[in-house]
């Protein structure tokens, strides 16, 4: 299970934490991942971070002004974003690693995602 929290309403240029609680057998060792999704498009990946929190990718848009992270002492994962644009106005997703299927970003196959917390810029 993946619980994300944080979202909420803020102006541009300004910054939020966003944060996902997953309750999943042996969380340290798969990738995790940020994804998102407007109105009437595709849910995309944004961010991933492997298992040991070193390495991260992220796309374009947020390159610069995102950072992903993780807390495996706590089954946790983290989105801090900094100088929010308009378009990053969106329903923001969790997302843990499968083996089977799933959305390929990062060196990771995503699989499953939380319920989404909302961010309006």
């Known amino acids: 299970q993946l619980v994300e929290s944080g979202g909420g309403s803020v102006q541009a240029g300004g910054s939020l934490r966003l944060s996902c609680a997953a309750s999943r057998y042996s969380y340290s060792t798969y990738c995790m991942g940020w994804f998102r999704q407007t109105p009437g498009k595709a849910r995309e990946a944004i961010a991933a971070i492997d298992s040991d929190g070193i390495l991260a990718t992220y796309t374009d848009a947020i390159q610069g002004r995102f950072t992903v992270s993780r807390d495996n002492a706590k089954n946790a994962l983290y989105l801090e974003m900094t100088n929010l644009k308009p378009e990053d106005t969106a329903k923001y997703y969790c997302?843990?690693?499968?083996?089977?299927?799933?959305?390929?970003?990062?060196?990771?196959?995503?699989?499953?995602w939380g319920q989404g917390t909302q961010v309006t810029v």
């Open positions: 997302s843990s690693e499968t083996v089977v299927g799933g959305v390929r970003f990062g060196g990771c196959l995503f699989g499953y």
